[in-house]
Each structure stands twice: as structure tokens, then as C-alpha cells.
């Protein structure tokens, strides 16, 4: 028979459990209302200029002159992973993780050596699991969702362009969760350097370029690649928040399944402990009659 005692304290402990759970799905819940309202405000304006400046280029090939479009002929590559500081947001973490091992994974197939695939981590889980396999994470960033703002985002973007301008390395990928909804994140790997112009096409529309094309767009790629980081960044934040409300929403549900069968077990055990103590207290009573 199951001890009355021990099933009261698993009770409790499932209870405790699940007033947590809770509560990091109320957290999670309202933090991911607070930066839903951004990504949706920023997107279109990140998608627009990510379309509108190989478009231009299309056009105006021939005259423009830019490290931005080409590959550099280093031998490395940069992965850029977003990941997050915290778990307890389901398979959040571990997706961004296996995305980046098969990249990693597919660029040695084309004959560049493991070393030379660098990886840049913003978030502390991916770092701590790539660094554990022994692949090459050169740097990683924490603090980043303590202050994720365009400011604070701009230095690393600045950082990534110089490498690549520089020469450092051949091309670099964006790895990360995109928001699509509460119960919905796309995980996404997209070439962030060099921009991919398609083949040459006449431009749609026309534009006037003052003081020259050459200039405009020097100035204006560049913050075309911060937007782009930063719409990320808060693309994955936004998901880890969302991955986070969902896994603690199953949690809790889970916590209560189990305690209304923990409830029931307690129930039976309890009565057949009276129905015992009956059986026993009938049986004396019958022996002293006899007696």
C-alpha cells in the first residue's frame, strides 16, 4: 500500500513546482507583449531596405564599386549564432545549436577546415554547448538582452562589417529563432555578408542620387546591416519569450495532470487504510463476542 506520507509530500512538491511554472509563464507572457509590439514595428522597415538595396544594384551595377558584394578570398567564415541566456524555453536553444553544427558541418564538406569556422554567440546556452563539442567560438555576448537597443546593438554591428571589409573573413551567416507568433518560431540562417544581388535587371522606378549612387549607398548599407542585427536580435528575444510562455503554459498543465492523479492515488490509499482500520476494529469486536 502506498505510504499516505510520502504521497502528501510529492503532492506539495508538484504544487510548489507548479506555482512556479506559472508564474515564469506570466513573466515570459508579458515580457514577450512588451517586445512583440517592436518586432512588428521594425520589420517591414528591415525587410524593405534588405530588398530595396540589392534592387538598386541590380540596376546600377556596372558603376557600383563596393566590398559589400563581394567574396572576400579568406579562408574563414563567421557564424553569427542568437541563442539565450537562460533555458527552461523547450527546444529553443538546442534547434539553434544543431542549425549551426550542420553549417559548420556543411562548409568543412566544402573543404574549409573546422578551426576557420568562427562563431560569435550572443546569448550564454549555445555558447556553453559549442564550447563543450570543441567548436570555435571566438567571442560571445550576454548582456545584450539586458539592453537591447539599436545603440548598443550597432557596436557589434560595426564590428562585423569592419571584419568583413577588412578582409577577415570570406562570407557571414545569421543563425537564430524568428518570431512568428506565441506558439510559432522559424528558425532561420541567412547569409548577412556578402548582400546576394541576382543577376543584372533593369531597375523598377526611377531614382535621383545626391550627392552621387556611390556615396548613398556607402553611407547607406551600413545601417541597412545594424537594422538588420538588431531586427534579429529582437526577432530571437521575442521567440525565446514565446518558446518560454509554451513550454511552461505544458508545465503547468502537466503539473496539474499529475496532481490530480497523485490526489486520486492518495484517495484510494487512504481509503483502503479506513476500510482496513473497519476490518480490523470488526474482526476485535468479534473475537471478544466469541470470548
Not at 69 to 84: A, G, P, Q, R
Not at 106 to 130: C, M, P, S, T, Y
Not at 177 to 184: D, P, R
Not at 212 to 239: H, R
Amino acid at each position: 500500500m502506498p505510504n499516505l506520507k510520502a504521497i502528501r509530500k510529492r503532492i506539495a512538491s508538484v504544487k510548489s513546482t507548479k506555482q512556479v511554472t506559472a508564474a515564469m509563464k506570466m513573466v515570459a507572457a508579458a515580457k514577450l507583449r512588451k517586445v512583440q509590439n517592436k518586432v512588428i514595428a521594425l520589420r517591414p522597415y528591415v525587410r524593405k531596405m534588405e530588398q530595396l538595396v540589392p534592387e538598386i544594384i541590380a540596376g546600377y551595377y556596372d558603376d557600383f564599386q563596393s566590398p559589400f558584394f563581394k567574396e572576400n578570398n579568406s579562408d574563414k567564415i563567421l557564424l553569427i549564432v542568437i541563442s539565450s541566456n537562460r533555458g527552461l524555453c523547450g527546444a529553443f536553444n538546442i534547434n539553434v545549436v544543431k542549425e549551426t553544427v550542420k553549417s559548420v558541418e556543411k562548409f568543412v564538406n566544402n573543404g574549409f577546415k573546422k578551426d576557420n569556422i568562427e562563431i560569435f554567440a550572443f546569448g550564454k546556452k549555445a555558447a556553453q554547448i559549442l564550447k563543450y563539442r570543441q567548436y570555435n567560438v571566438i567571442d560571445e555576448e550576454q548582456k545584450i538582452f539586458d539592453n537591447l537597443t539599436y545603440e548598443y546593438t550597432e557596436n557589434f554591428a560595426q564590428r562585423f562589417i569592419k571584419d568583413f571589409t577588412d578582409g577577415k573573413y570570406r562570407s557571414i551567416y545569421l543563425i537564430y529563432n524568428e518570431f512568428k507568433s506565441a506558439g510559432s518560431q522559424v528558425l532561420t540562417n541567412k547569409q548577412y555578408l556578402p548582400f546576394i544581388v541576382k543577376e543584372k535587371q533593369k531597375m523598377p522606378g526611377g531614382y535621383i542620387f545626391e550627392p552621387d549612387f556611390n556615396y548613398i549607398l556607402q553611407k547607406l548599407i551600413p545601417q541597412v546591416l545594424k537594422s538588420t542585427l538588431f531586427a534579429a536580435l529582437l526577432d530571437s528575444f521575442a521567440a525565446e519569450q514565446a518558446a518560454r510562455m509554451t513550454a511552461m503554459h505544458k508545465a503547468t498543465d502537466n503539473a496539474t495532470e499529475m496532481i490530480r492523479k497523485l490526489t486520486l492515488e492518495y484517495n484510494k490509499a487512504r481509503q483502503a487504510a479506513i476500510t482496513k482500520e473497519i476490518l480490523e476494529i470488526v474482526a476485535g469486536a468479534e473475537a471478544l463476542k466469541h470470548n
